[in-house]
């Protein structure tokens, strides 16, 4: 006999470490089929197949290869190329994560085929209409008829934008499940470094950057990598660098003030490397939101280098203290977590490695 089928959603890097504990989850039930669709909004090897492997997550059946371009562009072409994956599919739902464009993209068409869309890590909020982000996030929302949050903040916010509370479900972080359940098998710096040719310096600091906001602009990419190659010599850092990012820093030909500073670049590394580095850090710089709460459920000190947060948990019970773009800020953050060791941080409720079996019960609950 065949299973109900689900369709589960994936396309940058983000969405790997959240789809494979419920992938993982899907598989241990056996009551529900998951049919794995990857967009191909990432694809490089060090963004894409490294994760698959690292965490598991099996093949997708359907690879829609778009790559990358406008958003427009890239929102517009997962939609068509999405659509008769779907028909042809048939599945009782469409399960979404995150929000990025592949998961409004593919909101977008399972809802208006009808078929009703479930969308994890629902309900969060910058307030920042600039970011893309957040557009996507508000509106995989409003499509969305099951909508699982990983904080008590994102509940409120959707009762805000007029969704029904008996859609919402507060179920925990499904990227704190993937944590948990690789600690053991995280590397160990000594052996990522060690492919570049570097031995682990007793302290270091993990710096990542990738946004719009931070790397589009050249003067304002130059006065943050300014403020970290200072931050670097108080504290040496590893900065696996986002290959927008290093388009931009070599157009904007900003690559000599990071040959001067105490930085490791290298380019993007994968989850098991990541893991090692981030637990073994003394501090993060960021401003990737899984990295807000992988340093708090890791109890790692995080500054990050945004003037927003729609994970605010991160900030009132976590490690994760926001410094924008200011260098004096970023300076001043750095000084005092070097000198006090920094937020210690609780986990927040629910973090406990079980999100996704929660999101699975529910879904059985719902639709089977
Ligand atoms: C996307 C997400 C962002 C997420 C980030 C994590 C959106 C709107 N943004 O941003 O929320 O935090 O992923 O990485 O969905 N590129 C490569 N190889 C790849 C993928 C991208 O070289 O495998 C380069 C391309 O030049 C591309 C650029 O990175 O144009 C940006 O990629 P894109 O997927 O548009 O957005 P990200 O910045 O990665």
Known sequence: ?????????VGARPNFMKIAP????LQARQTIEPFLVHTGQHYDAAMKETFFRQLKIPEPDVDLGVGSGSHALQTAQIMQRFEPVLDQAAPFAVLVVGDVNSTLACGLVAAKKQVPLIHVEAG???F?????EEINRVLTDQLSELLFTT?????DNLLREGIAEAKIHFVGNVMIDALLRHLEQAIPPVQTLARYGRRAPSEFGVLTLH???NVDEPRVLESLLKALAAVSRRVPLVFPCHPRTYQRIERFGLNAI?????????????????????????LVLTDSGGLQEETTALGVPCLTL?????????VTEGTNTLVGADPDKILAGVEEILQTGGKRGRIPELWDGRAAERIVAAIEAEFL
Request: hydrophobic letters at 40%; charged letters at 30%; a positive charge.
């Open 211 to 213: 946004r719009p906001a």
């Open 22 to 25: 419920i992938c993982a989850a």
């Open 1 to 9: 006999m065949s299973l109900p089928k689900l369709v589960c959603v």
């Open 124 to 126: 969060l909020r910058s």
């Open 306 to 314: 945004r003037e927003n947060t729609e994970r605010p948990v991160t």
């Open 258 to 282: 990071l040959d001067r500073a105490e930085i490791l670049v290298t380019e993007p590394l994968g989850y098991l490397e990541m893991l090692g580095l981030v637990r073994a850090a003394r």
């Open 128 to 132: 920042d209409r600039t970011m893309p």
């Open 151 to 155: 904080e008590r903040s994102a509940r």
